[in-house]
């Protein structure tokens, strides 16, 4: 079956320094799976951050950014410059073509101001 | 705006009694999800739907059934709950895309005593 790892279950980060958020993943399917972060912020249900759907491309969204390797099956979050309002938990997730997402376990992100 | 609407928020419920978590969205999708969400565990699906009047299994349904009554509203029922159960709950709809993005309500936080 698929699954999505996040190694960090909480990382903390002081404001205006470079974030990054390992996701890595693995899957049966025969066809590169979709990528996703989704964000969730205090009170609120997830949301979408970014997707890609082409190994080797790179998503963008509110200054984060995350880069398909489909050689190191990873999808690693990053972002140069974190402000106090990203703070939230985010997850990595894997869609293998159909309907269902797999989702990490998400990183619980925390910026010191 | 499409959205999708959880009900309660939060519910304490006693062990073997009866819980009905409510699903409700306005974005015309054909797919709806139920997740869990555990500390130390990613967000694992219980059911889901892609149309009205049938439910599907997830990953986890054991004790757990599905109700979708009509394209908007999809419950999650714990005939008799237990312990274990306690948990965040989230819903989510979807449209009849491969890999379209997840709409997630902002969850339920159930403790069972």
């Known amino acids: 079956g698929d699954s999505v790892t996040q190694t960090e279950g909480q990382v903390t980060v002081s404001e205006s320094k470079s974030l990054i958020i390992n996701c890595t993943y693995s899957?049966?399917?025969?066809?590169?799976?979709?990528l996703f972060w989704y964000v969730r912020y205090p009170g609120e249900g997830l949301q979408l951050l970014l997707k890609?759907?082409?190994?080797?491309q790179k998503g963008s969204s509110r200054g984060f950014e995350a880069t398909y390797n489909k050689e190191t099956t990873s999808f690693h979050l990053q972002k140069a410059s974190v402000q106090e309002s990203d703070s939230a938990v985010y997850y990595c997730?894997?869609?293998?073509?159909?309907?269902?997402?797999?989702f990490g376990t998400g990183t619980s992100l925390l910026v010191d101001p | 705006e499409a959205a999708v609407t959880q009900s309660p928020r939060s519910k304490v419920a006693v062990t073997g009694g009866k819980v009905t978590l409510s699903c409700h969205q306005t974005?015309?999708?054909?797919?709806m999800y139920w997740y869990r969400q555990d500390t130390g565990h990613g967000l694992r699906l219980i059911h889901y739907?892609?149309?009205?009047?049938?439910?599907e299994k997830g990953d986890i349904p054991d004790g757990y059934k599905a109700s979708r009554p009509s394209q908007e509203n999809f419950s999650l029922i714990l005939e008799l709950a237990s312990l274990s159960q306690t948990a965040v709950y989230f819903c989510?709809?979807?449209?009849?895309?491969?890999?379209?993005?997840?709409?997630f309500g902002s969850g339920t936080r159930l403790l069972v005593i």
């Open positions: 989510a709809s979807s449209a009849q895309v491969a890999n379209s993005d997840y709409t």
């Open positions: 899957t049966t399917s025969i066809a590169y799976p979709n």
């Open positions: 890609v759907i082409t190994a080797g």
């Open positions: 997730a894997l869609g293998d073509m159909g309907y269902k997402l797999t």
């Open positions: 974005n015309n999708h054909d797919y």
């Open positions: 739907s892609y149309v009205a009047d049938s439910t």
